[in-house]
């Protein structure tokens, strides 16, 4: 079993930065690829960034450019860097991981709100 912990989210204006971050524990051997998802009121959960262990990267369209995601493998942890922040990215962030190098829904974190005020 892995557990994931999320950082706390928080209340940004729009324009602005948020760092989150998520430590892995447990059977981290189990794991390859690491991500975040979000969930917006009403809406379905969506893929935001996805990272290998290699440290290759996929993000969606709606946040690259913008958002960058990091891992630090001895650590365990991954990072998800938030820039130029808008309210349509207003959702709970879930840190999620997979076995294979693109899963990242095998496990997932308890999730955080990141709310950004316009």
């Known amino acids: 079993q892995v557990t994931l912990v999320e950082s706390r989210g928080g209340l940004v204006q729009a324009g602005g930065s948020l760092r989150l971050s998520c430590a892995a524990s447990g059977r981290v051997s189990d794991i390859d690829g690491m991500g975040w998802h979000r969930q917006a009121p009403g809406k379905q959960r969506e893929l935001v960034a996805t990272?290998?262990?290699?440290?290759?990267?996929n993000y969606a369209d709606s946040v690259k450019g913008r958002f960058i995601i990091s891992r630090d493998n001895a650590k365990y942890t991954v990072y998800l860097q938030m820039n130029s922040l808008k309210p349509e990215d207003t959702a709970v962030y879930y840190c999620?991981?997979?076995?294979?190098?693109?899963?990242?829904?095998?496990?997932w974190g308890r999730g955080t709100q990141v709310t950004v005020s316009s």
């Open positions: 990272i290998t262990s290699g440290g290759s990267t």
């Open positions: 999620g991981a997979g076995f294979s190098s693109w899963s990242a829904d095998d496990y």
